[in-house]
T-cell receptor, first 111, second 115 residues
Framework: DAKTTQPTSMDCAEGRAANLPCNHSTISGNEYVYWYRQIHSQGPQYIIHGLKNNETNEMASLIITEDRKSSTLILPHATLRDTAVYYCIVRVARSQGNLIFGKGTKLSVKP | NAGVTQTPKFRVLKTGQSMTLLCAQDMNHEYMYWYRQDPGMGLRLIHYSVGEGTTAKGEVPDGYNVSRLKKQNFLLGLESAAPSQTSVYFC??????????????FGEGSWLTVV
C-alpha cells in the first residue's frame, strides 16, 4: 500500500497562498490522491482528490507531478479558519475503501 | 440534509459498562465505517460495512462489535468498556468502493471517556 509523507507543521500568513506538500513515491497507477482536513475537535472534511491531472474546486487546487510521486495542495487565500491538520491520503483499493490516515500537516494560519 | 449524524456526542462510562454508539446517514450510502482517534494520532478503522446486513473488521476491532440492520444506520457497541477505549469515535459513509474515487463523509464525532 502506498504511503505518504508530509511535513509535521507549517505556518502561513492570512491572505497568502498555503502550499502543502505530500510525497507518495510508491503510488500505483490506479490509486488516487485524496486530501482531507480536520479542524480541531471536528470530523475530517473532504477537500479534493485527483489521479494524474491537476484539479481545482471551490476550496483548493491539487497539483500532481507528472511522475505522480508527489503532490501539492494549494489554498489560494488562506484564512484563520483554514487552521487545521491536513491529511494527504492515497486510496487503498483492496481495503474496501478504507482511508489510511497518517499524522498529517498541522497548518497554522497567522494574522 | 443532515449527512452523517452520531449519537451521543459525549458519554462517560465506568469500566465494565456497555454502550452503543449510533450512526445515521441520509445520503443512501452503501458503505459505512467506524474510526477512533486518540490524542495526537490519525484515525484508525475499527469496523466497516459494505452494505445492509454486512460487517467486517478494520485495523483495531478488538473490544467492539457492530451491526448494520438498516442501510442508513451503523451501530458500534462496547460490551465491556475499558479505559483504553477512551477516545473520539467518528462514523463515516460513502457510496461505494469505486477506485474512481468516491468521497467519504464523516460525522462530527462522539467523545467517550471510560473511568
Amino acid at each position: 500500500d502506498a504511503k505518504t509523507t508530509q511535513p509535521t507543521s507549517m505556518d502561513c500568513a492570512e491572505g497568502r497562498a498555503a502550499n502543502l506538500p505530500c510525497n507518495h513515491s510508491t503510488i500505483s497507477g490506479n490509486e488516487y490522491v485524496y486530501w482531507y482536513r480536520q479542524i480541531h475537535s471536528q470530523g475530517p472534511q473532504y477537500i479534493i482528490h485527483g489521479l494524474k491531472n491537476n484539479e481545482t474546486n471551490e476550496m483548493a487546487s491539487l497539483i500532481i507531478t507528472e511522475d505522480r510521486k508527489s503532490s501539492t495542495l494549494i489554498l489560494p487565500h488562506a484564512t484563520l479558519r483554514d487552521t487545521a491538520v491536513y491529511y494527504c491520503i492515497v486510496r487503498v483499493a483492496r481495503s474496501q475503501g478504507n482511508l489510511i490516515f497518517g499524522k498529517g500537516t498541522k497548518l497554522s494560519v497567522k494574522p | 440534509n443532515a449527512g452523517v449524524t452520531q449519537t451521543p456526542k459525549f458519554r462517560v462510562l465506568k469500566t465494565g459498562q456497555s454502550m452503543t454508539l449510533l450512526c445515521a446517514q441520509d445520503m443512501n450510502h452503501e458503505y459505512m465505517y467506524w474510526y477512533r482517534q486518540d490524542p495526537g494520532m490519525g484515525l484508525r478503522l475499527i469496523h466497516y460495512s459494505v452494505g445492509e446486513g454486512t460487517t467486517a473488521k478494520g485495523e483495531v476491532p478488538d473490544g467492539y462489535n457492530v451491526s448494520r440492520l438498516k442501510k442508513q444506520n451503523f451501530l458500534l457497541g462496547l460490551e465491556s468498556a475499558a479505559p483504553s477505549q477512551t477516545s473520539v469515535y467518528f462514523c463515516a459513509s460513502s457510496y461505494s468502493n469505486s477506485i474512481s474515487g468516491n468521497t467519504i463523509y464523516f460525522g462530527e464525532g462522539s467523545w467517550l471517556t471510560v473511568v
